[in-house]
């Protein structure tokens, strides 16, 4: 998913942080976490690879196995950087209890536990995107475990 308007808006206001938080209740089904789990790009290139993203932690080990085609286009590694990152989000946010979606004035999504600390999920989409270091499953497994 491209959200062109959440760049823009860093770009004029810079990074920074904040206090939106989505989770439990309708927020989570429906509204902002609900449009952060599209994932139009990751879905398409998963699906082309016969991959069913669940939003389990077994999808993102088999996201980390897709070959990484996507390496040669920068348009597609930023948007598939992105989607990674949210889908990573995603996954943590369904089923880490206590984890939730949260917006820095920026506009920037973090996921943020329980315990307050807050996860650059989208940073880490782009790593794994560019270089596949942090891999998904695993950035998944620190992030469960607390």
Known sequence: MNIS????WRKKHGPA???????GGTAERGGIADLLAECELLRAQAY?????LDDTAASLEAVDQLVPRWRDDEEIL???GNDAGLYLGT???RTVPGAGWALWPSGHPVVRLASGREIDVVAAGHEWA????????RMYAEVAEG
């Open 78 to 80: 930023s948007r598939l």
């Open 48 to 52: 082309e690879a016969g991959v069913e």
């Open 91 to 93: 996954v943590v946010v």
């Open 17 to 23: 942080s904040g206090d939106a938080v989505f989770s």
């Open 5 to 8: 308007f959440l760049g823009n």
């Open 130 to 137: 560019a270089s596949g270091v942090p891999e998904l499953s």
